[in-house]
């Protein structure tokens, strides 16, 4: 079953240091999930300044600079991974290293079938 690992936190509190620290170790994570087979894909996102939400509303799409919501955390990344179970997913996020200063959400996807097949994951 795939599973999306969706990271959140408070991103103004992360330091440069802190930061890439966490990318290091995150790219190690990915290395050993990929070794295991359960790699799909994995990135951190730009900061939410640079975010656009798109919703369409009776016709019109409406545009607008910066996040769908205001919270006191941020959506800053993700990993997709393949795995035999939720416990397995659940094991993963702990490893991610945000998820000692925010919170990994787990969310199983729904596989539809027809879509276009993706070779990068």
Request: glycine residues 6%; hydrophobic residues 40%.
């Amino acid at each position: 079953m795939k599973y999306l690992l969706l990271i959140y936190f408070a991103e103004q509190t992360l330091a440069e240091d802190d930061r890439q620290a966490c990318y290091r170790e995150s790219l190690q994570l990915a290395r050993d999930l990929a070794e295991r087979g359960q790699y799909l894909a994995a990135s951190p996102l730009q900061p939410t300044a640079l975010a656009t939400s798109v919703r369409v509303r009776d016709g019109q799409c409406l545009v607008t600079d910066g996040p769908f919501a205001e919270t006191r955390e941020q959506l800053g990344g993700y990993y997709l991974v393949e795995t035999a179970d939720l416990d397995q997913a659940i094991a993963i996020a702990a490893r991610i290293p945000m998820a000692r200063k925010g919170t990994v959400e787990v969310r199983p996807l729904i596989e539809l079938p027809g879509l276009p097949a993706d070779d990068r994951a």
